[in-house]
């Protein structure tokens, strides 16, 4: 926490005349008004952005008014759409990926600062990077024609069956095991934020200063009390950014939820049917919606998805703000 | 602690956003600025593999560039409407009504069909026999079992087990699923009330697979399935095919002669602005799920000489073209079709003077 800023201006004493002034002046100048046109381009870029989807979706959401948020159905031939199929698909994908995602991520985080001996740490932090930069098609084609057929053939039977029955759990992995569908959507999901979560959760790890670290095992803490009383407590901060980040990824994901969502207009019980995220149903719709009423509700759900990300955003905001005031106290 | 707080959130929410926005990009097409007698195309992602082809070749023999972008058929109708390119494709048909609100016309180009495959454990290819009653009664959810009654009346001899049929739907918007739901829309009542035909449609059961080769893939992977595609896709994967009863109630092989029947039997000469779907068409030995690609010309195209080069290139494409056609599995237009359409680029096509532009 004791961080001295340090300023680096060791500009010759003796060269300082008006010319050169004037020339630091300008340079300065330039500087502030370039970085800020720079600053303002996101601005307007967000602004348009916001512009276009809310015209692009004003036919739709002025045709079905509230009810478009409240509805099931999604039907291109009579031309009534709904949003909530897609919304409900969007948070329980995510939800799902984030379940399993979380702790993996924290999991391989703690083993790489506090445990791994440093020549694997290396291997291991690559491969973790690398898994980051595999573009979302190839997830994509492995979920299809991988991850789909395994989990059917493997994963999926036995859910069914050791939950049959079970009141709650029975209804969530009722069958029949299609392969494809939300649950390994989630799962493929949880594959793609784990790189995210897990380098932002490292890195603000190795931001707690050994001293504190040191002190407790002095103390005679073991390494999950280290952990539990004095890392994740000093980064909680980091590690809720890092989360949201991958959060930020599952909900907007596009090309791998596709392949293996299903994309069903339908919100079944079971987590193991087919459903569709706000993201897949414009992918896979958008191309041949030719009349304006339907073009104009896929642009909606694009402006929904806009919103849910902003209120994550919002939310993680609000969290943020609650912790610091609390580690004030 | 400052540095999560301070660095973290401003990279955060801009990658919260690029994510945001990114799932929002939408496919354009833009013409190519090449050489100015290239032609620029747009449209049904059917169209694609065989306009590729046809490009290819027509390049070396005359020079003559095509630009294809298979940005599907709702994107091809958008891009021609708003004159970007020099024709769009759409496995769909526009009405006359349409067709002269935009200053358009349109002819057939090209011929593919869609086959039901199934995948049921000591069915051999063919051997399954459906009518278009069975198949929209499965698709609806009525027809739950393979050996149900309807069924078995129509494969006496065929062992069908009794497993639960899982259904395998195209997830995304094609002309594929036109085709197929236009076919089950006209032969079933209770199918056309409930669900309707169109390039999308809300499906009452089943699971959806991107692409062909998704519905293709799952098929596969799936006991006691049953799913679409087209011709091409059935035939290199080897899938076990179905066949079907036609209008004519005979049963009929997938196959060229039989789509060509189809397309034959149609009575284009009749149909305003050309508007035939060929699906449930006349004929004994016609194909029941048969569909063409629909190009479109703009009657008064900004740019005539352009669009000369589209027709010549069409042209081509229907003499010389027709064997790379079946190479691919498409099945190119009948002779009679294509005199149809040599006489309406005639009449219709006019540069500003009002010369044709075909002769």
């Known amino acids: 926490m004791n961080q001295v800023a340090s300023v680096a201006t060791s500009a010759p004493a003796n060269s300082i005349t008006a010319s050169a002034l004037r020339r630091h002046t300008l340079w300065d100048a330039v500087l502030k008004h370039g970085t800020r046109s720079a600053a303002i381009t996101v601005l307007l870029l967000l602004g348009g952005v916001i512009a276009t989807l809310v015209q692009g979706s004003w036919l739709s959401l002025s045709t079905f008014g509230p009810e478009f948020l409240t509805t099931e159905k999604w039907n291109p031939v009579s031309e009534e759409f709904g949003a909530l199929a897609p919304i409900y698909g969007t948070l329980l994908t995510s939800l799902i990926a984030m379940l399993i995602g979380i702790p993996i991520s924290i999991g391989i985080a703690i083993f790489l600062t506090e ?48 939950f049959a029955g079970v009141p709650v759990l029975g209804t ?22 784990l790189p995210y979560i897990t380098s932002v959760t490292r890195d603000v790890f190795e931001t707690v200063p050994p001293t504190l670290k040191e002190s407790a095992y002095a103390l005679g803490c073991t390494t999950w009390e280290v952990v539990r009383k004095i890392v994740l407590p000093f980064t909680s901060t980091g590690v809720i950014g890092g989360i949201m980040l991958g959060l930020g990824r599952a909900l907007g994901e596009t090309m791998a939820v596709t392949f293996v969502i299903g994309n069903a207009h339908k919100i079944a019980g079971s987590i193991l049917a087919p459903g569709t995220t706000i993201s897949a149903s414009i992918a896979n719709e958008f191309t041949e919606a030719e009349t304006a009423l339907y073009t104009s509700s896929l642009i909606s759900l694009g402006l929904l998805l806009f919103l849910i990300t902003f209120t994550v955003l919002a939310i993680a905001r609000l969290l943020l703000l609650r912790l610091q005031r609390q580690a004030g106290k | 602690m400052r540095f999560p707080r301070a660095a973290l959130l401003p990279s955060l929410i801009a990658s919260l956003l690029t994510i ?24 049904s992602t059917f169209f694609y593999p065989i306009a590729s082809k046809w490009a290819d070749t027509y390049k070396k023999e005359t020079g003559i560039g095509l630009n294809y972008q298979s940005i599907g058929s709702g994107g091809g109708i958008k891009q021609i409407k708003a004159k970007t390119v020099t024709f769009g494709a759409s496995d769909k048909p526009l009405s006359l009504d349409e067709l002269n609100e935009a200053g358009l016309i349109q002819f057939p180009a090209i011929i593919g069909g869609v086959i039901p495959v199934v995948n049921l454990e000591g069915v051999t290819p063919g051997q399954l026999v459906l009518d278009g009653k069975t198949l929209a009664a ?56 409930k669900v309707g035909a169109n390039s999308a449609v809300e499906w009452p059961t089943g699971i959806g697979a991107k692409g062909n080769e998704g519905v293709a893939g799952v098929v596969k992977q799936t006991a006691a399935s049953i799913g679409y595609v087209e011709y091409a896709y059935a035939k290199q994967n080897a899938m076990s095919h179905v066949r079907l009863t036609n209008k004519a109630g005979k ?20 149909a305003p602005g050309m508007n035939v779907v060929l699906t449930n068409a006349e004929g004994e030995t016609s194909w029941p799920i048969t569909g063409a690609v629909f190009v479109f010309f703009h009657k008064q195209p900004v740019k005539p000489e352009n669009l000369t080069s589209a027709i010549k290139f069409f042209d081509w494409a229907y003499g010389k073209g027709a064997a790379e056609a079946i190479a691919l599995d498409y099945v190119p237009m009948p002779d009679a079709v294509t005199a149809l359409v040599r006489q309406l680029w005639k009449d219709s096509l006019k540069d500003a003077a009002g010369q044709p532009l075909y002769r």
């Open chain 1, 115 to 162: 445990l791994c001996p440093p020549r694997l740490k290396r291997s291991i932090s690559t491969a973790i990077e690398l898994l980051a930069g595999i573009p979302s098609i190839i997830y994509g084609i492995w979920g299809l024609f991988v991850l789909a057929p395994f989990l059917q053939a493997h994963v999926q039977p036995v859910l069914i069956e050791v």
């Open chain 1, 172 to 193: 969530m992995f009722a069958g029949p095991p299609y392969g494809i569908g939300i649950f390994t959507a989630g799962i493929i999901l949880s594959i793609m934020v």
């Open chain 2, 20 to 43: 945001a926005a990114c799932s929002k990009s939408t496919p354009t097409a833009t013409e190519v600025a090449a050489g100015d007698k290239d032609i620029s195309g747009a449209g």
């Open chain 2, 138 to 193: 499965i698709f609806v959810g009525d027809i739950k079992k393979w050996d149900d009654a309807a069924i078995k009346a129509l494969n006496p001899d065929v062992k069908l087990p009794s497993a639960d049929i899982a259904i395998v739907h195209r997830s995304d918007g094609s002309g594929t699923t036109f085709l197929f739901t236009d076919y089950l829309s006209k032969v079933d009542e209770n199918w056309k009330g």
């Open chain 2, 251 to 270: 049963v009929v092989e997938p196959g060229i002669a039989s789509f060509q029947a189809a397309a034959a039997n149609a009575d284009w000469a009749a």
